[in-house]
């Protein structure tokens, strides 16, 4: 018998109202979690410490600077010509090894990211490798390769929904996760570029493409004449980040996909970050043999199939040139 006809209810049990705080306050954890990890890498890296799990052999994946490799100037830039016409330009003093690269045309010149400082002027670099004039285009917003723009009259940024979200018109101020330090920088575009838009330098031409994965804004310049992809972030040797807010390992693997589709078997990829102390002091470059490594490490992981050491922010083997370090499945699905 249910009811006596007096409108009596069953009470429901109070566990059950419990269960549902605590199942509300597991998805809170869940979809704040990058953002806690980001706020602790940020108070981390003020301290000079490191919270990132080891990999399982750290004298190999450790990132070391290398001694200088071509021109050293203004004691912070490492200078390297990689091909005619196109140059590295390393930061040794950054970590790890940052990388920002120059393509000069004969009208123009493009710059792929401006550094990780904002007391260093890269044009001293510039300087000595080209009088014509330059943009930059950022490979993405994080600051050790926008920490540079304010020595920069031209900067290009992709047209994006989550770039224009943070201009006002032109005038960018980009958030502290963005920026991934807690003050970010401000600059004004001077140009807009559409995904799969073609820059012509001048008898010499490449294309910005999207490339999400590791941020959603995330760039990569496809220069087919001279089979190089510059991959930013994306792609490098040593460890790949992909615990940001808007990292995604689903993405990364589309990304991948579509790169190995059009790029062909021999193209060089030249990544923002070096080096493993066993590398040599170089420009780093992997191939797309690395880029079809990557989705199958990314596959396992998703699996379950490929173990990884870390507490939460979890690092992965991907072969014996990369590990990727991730908050999946926790996070960056």
């Not at 940024?157 to 980009?174: F, H, K, M, S, Y």
């Not at 992809?229 to 993405?251: M, N």
Request: charged content about 20%.
């Amino acid at each position: 018998m249910f009811g006596d006809g007096g409108g009596s209810q069953m009470q429901r049990p109070r566990w059950i109202g419990w269960l549902a705080v605590v199942a509300g306050a597991a998805a809170l954890l869940v979809a704040l979690a990058p953002y806690v990890f980001a706020e602790l890498i940020m108070v981390a890296a003020r301290l000079g410490t490191n919270i990132m799990p080891a990999p399982a052999n750290p004298s190999q994946f450790r990132p070391l600077p290398g001694p200088a490799a071509g021109t050293d100037v203004d004691g912070h830039w490492r200078v390297e010509m990689i091909a005619p016409g196109t140059w590295a330009i390393g930061e040794p003093a950054a970590e790890p090894d940052n990388y920002a690269y120059l393509l000069v045309g004969n009208r123009r010149a493009l710059l792929i990211d401006s550094g990780a400082t904002r007391t260093h002027d890269i044009r001293r670099a510039l300087a000595g490798l080209t009088r014509l004039p330059v943009t930059v285009v950022p490979s993405h917003l994080h600051h050790d390769h926008t920490s540079g723009l304010g020595y920069l009259r031209e900067i290009a940024l992709i047209d994006l929904p989550e770039t224009r979200a943070r201009a006002q018109g032109n005038d960018v101020r980009l958030d502290r996760y963005q920026f991934a330090r807690p003050d970010p920088v401000r600059f004004k575009a001077t140009q807009w570029i559409k995904p799969g838009e073609t820059i012509d330098l001048g008898g010499r031409s490449v294309t910005i493409l999207s490339t999400p994965g590791h941020t959603t804004t995330s760039v990569s310049v496809w220069e087919q004449a001279g089979k190089r992809l510059y991959t930013g972030d994306f792609l490098y040797p040593t460890t790949l980040y992909a615990f940001a807010p808007d990292s995604s390992l689903s993405t990364y693997i589309a990304t991948i996909d579509q790169l190995l589709a059009m790029l062909p078997g021999d193209t060089r990829l030249y990544g923002a970050h070096c080096c493993r102390n066993d590398a040599p002091p170089r420009a780093p470059w992997l191939s797309t043999s690395d880029l079809a490594d990557t989705r199958a490490a990314i596959r396992r992981i998703q699996s379950g199939d490929l173990e990884g050491r870390g507490f939460i922010i979890r690092r992965y083997p991907v072969n014996d040139r990369m590990t990727l370090l991730t908050l999946y499945p926790l996070a960056n699905r």
